[in-house]
């Protein structure tokens, strides 16, 4: 059973760094683990996108260079390093996974995930 929550939200300077973290992914034995952010009256947005077991990375362009996801396999933690963070980063973010194990495309669509955590606000200041 997938159960995903997420930490390590909060706020973070103009240029900063912030590390969220995601656990409840022990179930999974395939497929792909996200990050997927929405701001206020925005749709949501997929930025980051790792293949479970490949461990391949693929980034929106609006974070590409500045975000970096990775998969701590031993203890199954999912993480997000926001560098050089933006006031556009400024947004509830979710971990995702998919529910199967099909290949997608080269793009993060919050439409190919079934399990969600609950989301962690990141907020950006001036």
């Known amino acids: 059973h997938v159960q995903l929550a997420e930490s390590g939200g909060g706020s973070v300077q103009a240029g900063g760094t912030l590390r969220l973290s995601c656990t409840g992914s022990q179930a999974m034995r395939c497929g792909y683990m996200a990050w997927i952010r929405q701001a206020p009256g925005k749709e949501r947005e997929g930025v980051a996108r790792?293949?479970?077991?490949?461990?391949?990375?693929i980034y929106s362009d609006s974070v590409k260079g500045r975000f970096v996801i990775s998969r701590d396999k031993p203890k199954d933690i999912l993480y997000l390093q926001i560098n050089n963070a933006e006031s556009e980063d400024t947004a509830m973010y979710y971990c995702?996974?998919?529910?199967?194990?099909?290949?997608?495309?080269?793009?993060?669509?919050?439409?190919?995930?079934?399990?969600w955590g609950q989301g962690t606000q990141v907020t950006v200041l001036p």
């Open positions: 790792i293949g479970y077991n490949s461990g391949t990375a």
């Open positions: 995702a996974a998919t529910r199967g194990c099909d290949l997608l495309p080269n793009d993060v669509r919050p439409s190919d995930f079934y399990y």
